[in-house]
């Protein structure tokens, strides 16, 4: 079964060239991933504020833009977890997937037990 979210709620600022072309290919693999996988998985996708310097506020309404986003990706059916920590910048690259560990000390969260 696949479960969707279309929300305001998961909405956040991102300059037009890392949505249309850095965070696109990050969701659409891990929705090739999703796809093939043998049971269900479960993916976390949030905003960080990382450094109270690099952040950018918008308009009247005082926006707060995220300096980075990362995407979770954990499998029970082979207990794997691996994770997406990009700058939310137009130029940014994505390299390589990071393990759990790697996104934890990067992303400073532990979203999983």
């Known amino acids: 079964m696949t479960a969707q979210s279309y929300a305001l709620t998961n909405v956040v600022a991102q300059p037009p060239r890392f949505h249309?072309?850095?965070?696109?290919?990050?969701?659409?693999?891990?929705?090739?991933?999703?796809?093939?996988?043998?049971g269900d998985v479960y993916v976390y996708t949030g905003a960080l504020f990382t450094?109270?310097?690099?952040?950018?506020?918008?308009?009247?309404?005082?926006?707060?833009?995220?300096?980075?986003?990362?995407?979770?990706?954990?499998?029970?059916?082979t207990n794997y977890p691996w994770a997406y920590v990009v700058a939310n910048e137009a130029d940014a690259q994505i390299g390589k997937p990071l393990n759990y560990e790697s996104c934890v000390r990067t992303a400073r969260l532990r979203l999983l037990p």
Not at 20 to 35: A, G, P, R
């Open 20 to 38: 249309k072309q850095v965070w696109s290919k990050v969701e659409t693999e891990v929705k090739n991933y999703v796809s093939v996988a043998k």
């Open 51 to 77: 450094s109270i310097d690099k952040m950018q506020i918008l308009g009247n309404n005082r926006v707060w833009v995220p300096t980075h986003l990362y995407k979770l990706v954990y499998d029970p059916t």
